[in-house]
């Protein structure tokens, strides 16, 4: 069992779409928990960290469920820009552990 | 601006030859330094830390004598694909840790090096 997991999709969803991505994790010392951005060819960005209280950043909500080992992230109001690889992150000490990403593909 | 750089950002060698890499922290000290690779359409996964001063933690998987790395100073960590083989072939990318938000420290990346082994 991968100690993150996400599903790959590709989710094709058309513009202004609110669509949800989900995520697991196996180590139950981690501490924190980001999602991260990647586009093609690119490094990850940091997209937002997740806090167990949940957190928003405009169109952008994560959640975090430490007793299920269960993130999420949810994107309202999608725009084109939006389409790249989302990848779920997982630190424990100084170490990140990546999930294997969801691509989204927003389209007109 | 950029925090992490990584030169060169593209390289294309002969089967054969050793690939250096390298990866500079911009305006802040780095003693540890992580190095990944990322197969097309895979996620990153971690191949070594890098400790400056001290030798480098591998990766269960990862021959420690294929990838040499060095942490020089407290700004640089170098990776050098000794012997490389086609199926070296990926997108190396390195980060290090920095002091952050309270969620602790913030991770930043290099742009990443893209390798192609002929």
């Known amino acids: 069992r991968k100690e993150v997991e996400q599903d790959p999709g590709p989710f094709n969803v058309p513009e202004g779409a609110t669509v949800a991505f989900n995520c697991t994790y196996s180590n139950s010392a981690s501490q924190s928990f980001f999602w991260y951005r990647q586009d093609c060819r690119k490094e990850p960005k940091l997209l937002m960290s997740v806090y167990s209280s949940g957190n928003e950043d405009g169109r952008f909500t994560a959640q975090l469920n430490r007793a299920s080992q269960y993130i999420s992230l949810l994107i309202r109001d999608s725009k084109l820009s939006d389409s790249a690889t989302y990848l779920c992150?997982?630190?424990?000490?100084?170490?990140?552990?990546f999930g294997g990403g969801t691509r989204l593909m927003v389209k007109p | 601006g950029a925090v992490v750089s990584q030169h060169p950002s593209w390289v294309i060698c002969k089967s054969g030859t050793s690939v250096k890499i390298e990866c500079r922290s911009l305006?802040?000290?780095?003693?540890?330094m992580f190095w990944y690779r990322q197969f097309p359409k895979q996620s990153l996964m971690l191949m070594a830390t890098s400790n400056e001063g001290s030798k480098a933690t591998y990766e269960q998987g990862v021959e420690k004598d294929k990838f040499l790395i060095n942490h020089a100073s407290l700004t640089l960590s170098t990776l050098t694909v000794t012997s490389a083989h086609p199926e070296d072939s990926s997108f190396y990318i390195c980060?290090?840790?920095?002091?952050?938000?309270?969620?602790?420290?913030?991770?930043?990346f290099g742009p990443g090096t893209r390798l192609t082994v002929t």
């Open positions: 305006d802040f000290q780095a003693t540890t």
């Open positions: 980060s290090a840790p920095t002091k952050g938000r309270p969620q602790g420290y913030e991770q930043y």
């Open positions: 992150v997982v630190k424990a000490g100084n170490m990140l552990t």
